[in-house]
């Protein structure tokens, strides 16, 4: 930053956006309740850095007389990281939003996801993108401004759901931070891509705007989309959009399902807090990774201990224990093998993948071929199957399409998955919807395609687009965690009514060499990290993320593993999802997506 360029906060923005003396709070305050004192200082030096308890900033103004809910990043705090007390703040906020038929404007400036809480904060990408989608289905617009710099999840969730969408002239827009490129390919990001003015090149935002003129622009897009002008003339425009018929919300009031009133979550996290400048194209040395470290010093080696305590008091929203072929797994304890041990199980090149279990446990196979509209993915396979019986639409990540060989002490070579494969999953999830066919979705990704083509073709909103269709479909949805789960690419296929694992299936924000590349500007520290973010399939199970383990191998054949008796499991693996999908089938329909909608709102969220 410079004298010339301050950075505007987010009340700054709310003061500018508004009508004069109309703004009004909604959040309710969070207590610092973790026990480690490193975070305990770092959260203190940032609420009184800022004057805020969170990261988030929600409530309510007047644009010209009409009243308009509002949520926006506070980036001076640790980063606009979003973690589960931030992604709760927001949820709650949108909930209330629709409730009070509020049209709603965002202001993100984040890096991010909070590394520190692991996987239980990636997953608030998730009710987040709900929440959204509901506010949307219910006729209400959602006008949103990118602000500099918006990166990682939260522009792969709800800063890419907008009807309109602006951005903060010469923001640093992005999915994936140049950091983690570097360090997980060892060349630099190209300069000049990741910019709100290429990206309106490329028609990904609507218009570059400064701040000052967004309160004209948003009452101009209003009075067009709320088709109330004669109100405004007169004032009278307490209210918002048109009112929509019975039915408008998908399930009713379901968007509040799971909602547990007052609960905050055990350990708030920090976020990374890069130096950098609105309102001028970043350079290369200060753009902000996609999730956030939490402390702009160098690493000291500390183990990073608040993903730990994170995973370990999030709660989760299974119960006590949950089911596992072969045995239970409490919600305590070291249960199963280590982060790396599972890691590297999943990197092996002749690890089965979703061709291998089609082949072994489905019939009827019919391959479809991209989007259908002129594009396809060869990271994304794509089929009509009967599995273990049932009839479905099977949408994957196919790791036979990889290049080279998956690596066991690095990241997975597996082929990327870019905007197309994306687009690709989508047209399976409309056909499970149009025929009423169970959805199968198996998640077996080193990540996203993280290039110059992926950005300009807008991977981070297909990514938010698949969250909000996974999440609201109303198809029996089924997801297999098979293997490698490296960051949006493996969410974007996982909001689903039942989620199973393989014992060596994993899910973490982005690949853990990225992770370590954040956290301590090395890669070496890896399956460290891994271990304490909660990325297993046992860590999975305890927090309510996946219902079912599935073991990999008998007794007699552990240290062997799948890859060299492959049928067996694949046998046994198929046999298990053609019953789960058979049962999903049969549910009330009403009934079963409360359940989905239930379960994803409370991830993270004390039990």
Not at 251 to 257: F, I, L, S, V
Not at 439 to 466: F, H, K, P, S, Y
């Amino acid at each position: 930053m410079s004298a010339a360029h301050p950075r505007t906060s987010a009340l700054q923005l709310i003061e500018a956006v508004v009508d004069p003396g109309s703004w009004r709070r909604w959040d309710e305050p969070v207590a610092i309740t973790t026990e480690d004192p490193d975070y305990r200082a770092d959260l203190e030096r940032a609420r009184e850095r800022t004057g805020l308890d969170e990261s988030v900033v929600t409530g309510e103004g007047r644009i010209e007389g009409r009243r308009v809910a509002v949520v926006a990043c506070e980036f001076r705090f640790l980063a606009g990281s979003i973690g589960v007390a931030s992604g709760e703040r927001l949820v709650r906020a949108v909930e209330r939003a629709t409730a009070e038929r509020l049209p709603l404007l965002a202001a993100p400036a984040s890096g991010g996801t909070r590394m520190q809480e692991g996987t239980v904060a990636f997953l608030q990408m998730v009710k987040v993108a709900a929440a959204i989608t509901d506010h949307k289905a219910a006729g209400l617009p959602y006008l949103v401004h990118l602000r500099h710099p918006t990166t990682g999840g939260v522009l792969a969730s709800w800063g890419s759901l907008g009807h309109v969408t602006a951005a903060e002239p010469g923001a640093l827009i992005g999915f994936m931070g140049p950091r983690v490129h570097e360090a997980l390919y060892g060349e630099e990001f190209p300069a000049g891509v990741q910019v709100a003015e290429n990206l309106m090149a490329h028609g990904l935002v609507d218009a570059v705007l400064p701040a000052e003129r967004l309160s004209e622009v948003a009452a101009r897009v209003l009075r067009v989309l709320c088709g109330d002008a004669a109100a405004v003339s007169r004032g009278d425009v307490s209210g918002a959009a048109p009112e929509a018929g019975p039915g408008a919300i998908p399930g009713g009031d379901r968007a509040a399902a799971g909602r547990a009133p007052g609960a905050r979550p055990t350990t708030p996290a920090v976020g990374r807090e890069p130096e950098t400048g609105p309102g001028r194209p970043p350079e290369a040395g200060d753009r902000p990774d996609p999730t956030s470290t939490g402390r702009g010093e160098s690493p000291k080696g500390r183990g990073g201990a608040g993903a730990a305590s994170v995973g370990a008091g999030a709660g989760g929203a299974g119960p006590a224990s949950a089911a596992a072929d072969g045995g239970t797994v409490p919600r305590s304890g070291r249960v199963g093998p280590g982060a790396e041990v599972s890691i590297r199980r999943s990197r092996r090149a002749e690890r089965p993948g979703l061709r291998d279990l089609l082949r072994a446990a489905a019939e009827d196979v019919s391959p479809l071929s991209g989007t259908g509209a002129g594009e396809h993915d060869p990271g994304l396979l794509l089929a009509l199957a009967r599995v273990g019986g049932t009839p479905c639409v099977v949408l994957g990540h196919d790791r036979a399409a990889r290049h080279g060989g998956a690596a066991a002490d690095g990241p997975g070579e597996g082929q990327p998955l870019g905007p197309a494969g994306l687009r690709t999953a989508r047209r399976g999830m409309r056909i499970a919807a149009e025929l009423g066919l169970p959805l199968l979705t198996v998640v077996d990704t080193a990540g996203a395609a993280l290039n110059r083509e992926a950005e300009e073709g807008g991977l981070a909103g297909e990514i938010a687009r698949c969250l909000a269709d996974m999440v609201t479909l109303p198809a029996p949805t089924l997801c297999l965690l098979l293997g490698q789960g490296a960051g949006g690419a493996a969410l974007a296929l996982l909001p689903a009514d039942r989620v199973l694992a393989a014992r060596h299936a994993w899910l973490s924000p982005l690949p853990p060499e990225g992770a370590s590349a954040i956290l301590y500007r090395t890669t070496e520290r890896a399956y460290e990290i891994a271990d304490r973010q909660g990325v297993r399939s046992a860590d999975l199970l305890a927090h309510g993320i996946v219902d079912r383990i599935v073991e990999e191998e008998a007794q007699d054949t552990a240290a062997e593993g799948p890859e060299r008796h492959p049928d067996a499991f694949l046998a046994r693996l198929g046999a298990t999802l053609g019953a789960e999908l058979a049962a999903l089938r049969a549910q009330d329909q009403a009934e079963r997506l409360a359940a989905r909608r239930a379960r994803h709102r409370r991830i993270g969220l004390p039990g």
